[in-house]
């Protein structure tokens, strides 16, 4: 299961997921954005427009990835993703599980799940997912129910207890942390704000994030 989403990602750490109120651009205008710089797998978020809303949203910007040759996570909505034949799901805990998920998107589907602890990151091990998320890992304001940070220590022992899961790490990382948190076991990193929040430096940013090696 888990080749997918690696083989997605190809050489690059960087998992970058839209955010249409903090870019001030249509998830398909943040798609195309993200290729141009070199982004092989995009999660689609949405947070504050409705499903309907989301769903016309979501379907140009999963036609510009199909076109352009990357690959579109969902996050949250298993109908969505299955309606648009995304290429998968990201799912919260309280969410539909990623087992109802897996049984209606099917085996080639990605589907990942997030966790907020070692005990969390343990249950997921058990369960048919592609990638287990750990977060926050440092604090953010980007999403306002996060839980307590569990810090590069209790990223590296999420690490050590998921054996070959391909781990994803999020919550408050940026070009600058990005380093340690690779070095304490992220295979993968997921940011939204040190991407579409605007500065002069943007750009370089993101390059150097996705550039990490
Ligand atoms: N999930 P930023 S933290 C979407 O802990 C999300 O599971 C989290 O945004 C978790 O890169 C988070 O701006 C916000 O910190 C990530």
Redesign the pocket.
């Known amino acids: 299961m888990s080749s997918n989403f690696m083989q997605a990602l190809g050489s690059t750490h960087l998992y970058p997921?839209t955010d249409q109120h903090l870019s001030g651009l249509s998830h398909a205008e943040q798609v195309d954005f993200l290729i141009d710089i070199g982004a092989t797998l995009i999660q689609l978020?949405e947070k504050i427009d409705p499903p309907l809303r989301f769903f016309e949203q979501a379907e140009p910007a999963v036609l510009v990835a199909r076109d352009r040759g990357a690959k579109i996570i969902i996050n949250d909505r298993v109908d969505i993703a299955l309606a648009l034949k995304a290429d998968g799901v990201h799912l919260g805990q309280e969410d539909l599980s990623p087992d109802a998920a897996r049984r209606i998107l099917g085996s080639d589907a990605i589907i990942g799940f997030?966790t907020?602890s070692l005990e969390q990151a343990r249950l997921a091990t058990q369960m048919p997912v592609d990638y287990v998320?750990i977060?926050?890992i440092f604090s953010?304001a980007?999403?306002q129910s996060?839980?307590p940070p569990v810090g590069l220590d209790g990223l590296a022992r999420v690490r050590e207890a998921l054996g070959g899961m391909p781990l994803v790490a999020?919550?408050?990382?940026t070009s600058e942390n990005i380093g340690s948190v690779v070095k304490a076991g992220a295979d993968v990193v997921a940011?939204?704000?040190?991407i579409w929040v605007p500065a002069n430096d943007s750009l370089i940013r993101i390059k150097r994030l996705l550039n990490y090696s």
């Open positions: 997921i978020r997030s907020h998320a977060g926050p953010t980007t999403k996060a839980n999020i919550g408050g990382i940011v939204i704000s040190d």
